[in-house]
């Protein structure tokens, strides 16, 4: 008989040679007629059988034995295990180890339960799974990692075990938190150049403030502090200093696991300009189209940042000729005498590919064509750098993916071939919105959408939007198709019905507006980033008035009737050249529309005009300036009347912030506003982070100057009109779109302007 328990490998080896040896009387090696498996309650006897060296009908040995001993124990299913023969049987007798019928945490405030459950699993700790002391050890220092992780250094944890019915243990993990730690200091010594101030604002860890709640950059970390390490040191490289170097990290922490200290000791060296810059190795006759896109100037102060944008230039440059393997390797010549630098920059482009292949991967819903009709690199074709920049961001551009990574393998026995890699990151493009409000004037407000932008993979997307609001009661149905021809051509089609009454008010609750109609437009691209529109709708006008309502609209129903019909023709024009357009930080964006109301087959006869130009600046990583201007103008002609309904409107957020929604232009007989058949609207913001929350872009504040109004129309706007407000905001990229919420101030307020100073919306950038 042999008989282990829980011992070191070393131990269970000698154990089963003594047993096995002559002298303690170890079995004859027999023919097995039999297997039998005693004491299992949970594990199927084919486990056992699994894991035996021998078989029925083969002859058993001491080594067999000691096989088998060692195999069933590294399984982990079993505390105890003995072999023993009766009359040519081989009986196995195990004693299992309990399984964990119940996983408990006590104390736990910081982390969700199930978090913590994930991460014990991880460790080989969950319920169903067999107990065993030592991955409880695991578990224990794992739950203080993720403590301390969280800046809970003086955390504890205990484990009760408590035995229950058949053979399952009940574990308990008691927690104390105890106090978090936060950074109650920064030092960093050895700075001669710029003050220390300077330097940690250049750092994501910091001493708690107001806004640690959000940010919790008061909590140390190791990620962070090497994070900030490496940001110090750019921060000196592109100031000029090569030598210098970050001597120590000291982090030290309070008796009482309370207070962290951080002291970072640095060297700065000395500043150094540039002597020279040069180019050299394999330029292939590109060395004038090189040296036009080095950023880094002789006789300027030497600036890694710079030399980096360089370099990628040049990179990119020998991607579009197909060099996908470009190296350039500065050799810097330090002259310490003089403090300067010389710089060699040693171009190697490798080798000319073309792409053999182009491999979507990570799209399990989205239909592959959808990713491949956005790529501009052609299989077959040179390796084209820009072209995968292009594609790159036409892929973001559709809205369907969280992430699009692009990378390039080499083909194994092809030099001169890669292939492309798409990796996309899909996202839920469904939305189901349900929304009740309460009002003074519309009392009980229901609205509900539904919309999905990437139907069954597709890429064609359809929306419809229910509104039961007095004021703006609508329910439509709208449909995207981006390629409705292979070419690119998109198409737009929607179907509404609206009810509307933009000058609801007490006491004049038969006046309203009913529309009905639809619409086609088709977007043909001409360029990458140029896209011109087309398109015809039909509408079905209703204007129902009653002696309070604006004599502009009385009159309206007097000359043409309460009925109107109207086949709008519209031909735009956009360009889009920003860096986002969610969080735009840079470039510009245009477009320019045309909407006729044609004569001789409606009863309107009008044209109505916009045009809109945005610009985004960024003055620094963390700091842009963004500038929109909007110039609208509408006019009937063939003697016809422009439609009231067509009216512009501003004031408001949107428009000019700080006095109240469509308010702005031209009053009615009763002193409200009434819109007007042109406009004018000008924004310049400026934008930047939200203090201690570093360069985050999906939470910034900014402050603004708005100026605009309405006019009649034949009025010429002129600047002596127009109405200014300054104030602030906040723009947060929500869960449920971009929301900007802002407080205005207006500097041109005269009597009968309604003001509204706080105002929020859900929507686009300005």
Not at 300 to 308: A, G, I
Not at 538 to 548: A, G, K, N, W
Request: proline share 4%.
């Amino acid at each position: 008989m042999i008989r282990h328990k829980r011992i070191s490998l070393g131990v269970l080896a000698s154990a089963i040679i003594a047993a096995w040896t002559p002298a303690a009387q170890a079995a004859d090696p027999f023919v097995v007629r039999d297997i039998r498996v005693e004491g299992l309650q949970r594990v199927e006897p084919g486990t056992v059988f699994g894991y035996l060296p021998v078989k029925v009908g083969e002859t058993f040995t001491d080594d067999k034995g000691a096989d088998a001993i060692r195999a069933l124990y590294n399984t982990g299913f079993f505390k105890d295990v003995q072999i023993r023969a009766e009359d040519g049987v081989l009986v196995v007798q195990v004693e299992e180890r309990p399984g964990i019928s119940q996983l408990e945490f006590v104390g736990i405030k910081e982390f969700d339960k199930d978090t913590l459950r994930r991460s014990l699993r991880a460790v080989g700790v969950a319920e169903a799974r067999y107990y065993d002391r030592a991955l409880i050890d695991k578990a224990e220092q794992e739950l203080k990692r993720q403590y301390v992780s969280r800046g809970y250094y003086a955390a504890e944890v205990q484990t009760t075990v408590t035995p229950v019915d058949r053979n399952r243990v009940s574990v308990v993990f008691n927690v104390d938190e105890g106090p978090i730690a936060k950074i109650r200091q920064i030092n960093i010594v050895g700075n001669k150049a710029f003050k220390e101030s300077t330097l940690r604002d250049e750092m994501q860890l910091s001493t708690p403030n107001w806004l640690s709640w959000y940010t919790k950059n008061d909590l140390y970390s190791k990620q962070k502090l090497t994070a900030d390490l490496e940001s110090l040191r750019s921060f000196y490289l592109n100031r000029g200093y090569l030598e210098f170097a970050i001597e120590s990290t000291q982090v030290s922490i309070t008796p009482d696991k309370k207070d962290i200290y951080l002291t970072l000791n640095i060297k700065e060296g000395e500043q150094y300009k540039v002597s020279d810059i040069r180019l050299a190795g394999e330029l292939l006759g590109k060395q004038e189209e090189m040296e036009k896109l080095l950023t880094l100037k002789k006789g300027e102060v030497f600036s890694s940042e710079k030399l980096t944008q360089s370099t990628k230039a040049i990179t990119d440059l020998m991607g579009t000729y197909g060099y996908a393997f470009t190296t350039i390797n500065p050799q810097p010549q330090i002259n310490r005498e003089t403090r300067e630098v010389a710089l060699t920059l040693m171009v190697d482009p490798g080798r000319r590919v073309y792409v053999r292949r182009v491999n979507v991967v990570g799209n399990s819903k989205t239909r592959d064509e959808v990713v491949r009709r956005e790529m501009r690199q052609m299989e077959s074709s040179w390796f084209d750098s820009e072209k995968l920049q292009q594609s790159q961001a036409r892929i973001n551009r559709t809205g369907y993916f969280t992430d699009t990574n692009i990378t390039t393998e080499d083909v194994p026995g092809a030099p001169d071939q890669v292939d492309v890699n798409v990796n996309v990151t899909e996202k839920p493009t469904g939305q189901i919105s349900l929304g009740m409000g309460f009002s003074s004037t519309d009392k009980l407000v229901l609205q509900a959408g539904l919309r999905q932008d990437n139907v069954f993979g597709s890429g064609t997307s359809l929306g419809l939007d229910v509104n039961t609001a007095k004021s703006f009661r609508t329910i439509a149905l709208t449909q995207y198709d981006p390629y409705f021809t292979v070419d690119g051509i998109s198409r737009s089609t929607d179907i509404y019905y609206r009810t509307s009454r933009p000058l609801y008010y007490i006491g004049d609750t038969n006046y309203r507006i009913v529309s009905t109609g639809g619409s086609f437009k088709f977007g043909v691209p001409f360029s990458e980033n140029d896209t011109v529109f087309f398109g015809i709708g039909y509408e079905r006008t209703e204007l129902t008035v009653t002696d309070q309502t604006p004599i502009q609209y009385q009159n309206w129903v007097r000359e043409n009737g309460d009925v109107t019909n109207n086949f709008p023709f519209t031909v735009g024009w956009a360009r889009d050249r920003r860096d986002s357009a969610l969080i735009p930080t840079k470039g510009p964006y245009t477009q320019a529309n045309l909407e006729v109301g044609l004569p001789g087959i409606g009863d309107t006869s009008y044209y109505r005009a916009t045009v809109q130009q945005q610009y985004y600046y960024p003055i620094s990583k963390a700091f842009t300036l963004a500038l929109n201007g909007e110039i609208a103008y509408g006019r009937g002609f063939g003697g016809k009347d422009y439609p009231v309904f067509k009216y512009f409107y501003a004031g408001g957020i949107g428009s000019v912030r700080g006095y109240q929604t469509s308010s702005l232009g031209p009053k009615d007989q009763y002193g409200r506003a009434q819109g007007g058949a042109s406009k004018m609207i000008g924004n310049v913001e400026f934008i930047f982070p939200l203090p201690g929350s570093g360069v985050d872009r999906t939470l910034r504040l900014f402050t603004f100057f708005d100026f605009g109004n309405v006019y009649q129309e034949g009025e010429t706007p002129t600047f002596s009109d127009l109405k200014y407000s300054t104030g602030l905001g906040m723009s947060w990229l929500s869960p449920i779109g971009p929301l900007k919420v802002s407080v205005g101030f207006p500097l041109k307020q005269e009597e009968g302007d309604r003001t509204q100073r706080f105002q929020f919306q859900i929507g686009t950038a300005f």
